[in-house]
């Protein structure tokens, strides 16, 4: 199943996509598709369905982030083998943990906005895990029988609050207002035999900047997810957004970063595209209404 919310923020209804690609809304049965959605129960219910028999919902559509009720945004440094290769840094022994903020989930559409003059705004498409039930000290061969399922994810990063200004605290330059864009679905775990299989890629004004494979992971879902259930317990809808693979902006020569104006396309396959516009945050503060127009 492709499961998903919509509407406009705040007020997002949950829906699915059937296999013709039409949303289906899903707000007759579910007050919200949330961390309790997640549970095998809930989407073997689901799962039995007749998508035709739920209402049509018109395109177009906001998208939201598929799924409510994250308790915890975990991303993971460093997973490519190229794309440390790009950077000169060494593969490391273990997995690179670090937060991303809960305040910077976004939907896969939405706009990107630049927080300040300073930044050096960069991509990276990743692979989403999304847990389904509580994982505590699990082992890895028993690690994906936790996940609900998979999602698309752009971490978008600020080059200079990661490295320059931060203090080396990946968590400042990775989590400002927008920087998580999510979606534009769930796709449940039954639908992705093989996570490690997946074809992933990212462009910037139409130009291909990313292109790989799942495969060249460093450390792959399984021994991601038993990994941090070492160090945290995981529990029903946190995400594991899993790294990203060479051909970001900050790997190239001269590094490259994105402006006001640019759009960012992204996907992996089976899991759907993200596209987001990139907007100075001054230029979207001024393009809101005034208090005596709303």
């Not at 829906?15 to 049965?29: F, I």
């Not at 690690?143 to 698309?152: D, F, P, Q």
Request: charged share 20%.
């Amino acid at each position: 199943m492709k499961l998903l919310r919509y509407g406009p923020p705040g007020q997002e209804r949950p829906g699915l996509l059937d296999a013709q690609g039409n949303l289906r809304d899903l707000s007759a049965l579910l007050r919200d598709i949330d961390s309790a959605t997640l549970s095998p129960r809930t989407l073997a219910a689901l799962r039995a369905l007749d998508p035709q028999a739920l209402p049509r919902v018109p395109a177009p559509v906001r998208l939201g982030v598929p799924w409510s009720g994250i308790g915890k945004f975990i991303a993971v440094g460093l997973n490519y083998r190229a794309h440390a290769a790009e950077g000169g840094i060494p593969v490391p022994d273990q997995p690179v943990l670090f937060p991303k903020w809960l305040s910077c989930l976004s939907g896969a559409n939405d706009d990107v906005l630049i927080p300040h003059e300073a930044c050096k705004l960069d991509w990276e498409v990743e692979l989403g895990i999304v847990i389904g039930t509580t994982a505590r000290d699990v082992p890895e061969d028993r690690a994906l029988e936790h996940v609900a399922g998979y999602c698309v994810a752009n971490d978008v990063s600020d080059r200079h609050y990661q490295f320059e200004g931060g203090a080396g605290q990946w968590g400042k330059g990775k989590g400002f207002d927008t920087f998580g864009p999510v979606g534009p679905y769930l796709v449940t775990a039954d639908e992705v035999p093989d996570p490690q299989a997946l074809d992933l890629w990212l462009s910037v004004n139409g130009e291909t900047m990313q292109q790989s494979n799942t495969s060249d992971m460093v450390f792959g879902c399984a021994s991601l997810v038993s990994h941090c259930s070492r160090f945290m317990t995981l529990e029903p809808g946190d995400l594991i957004i899993t790294g990203t693979p060479q051909g970001v902006g900050l790997g190239m020569k001269p590094p490259r970063f994105l402006r006001d104006g640019d759009v960012v396309t992204l996907g992996i396959a089976g899991l759907g595209t993200q596209t987001q516009r990139i907007v100075a945050r001054r230029a979207a503060d001024e393009a809101k209404p005034s208090p005596k127009a709303r």
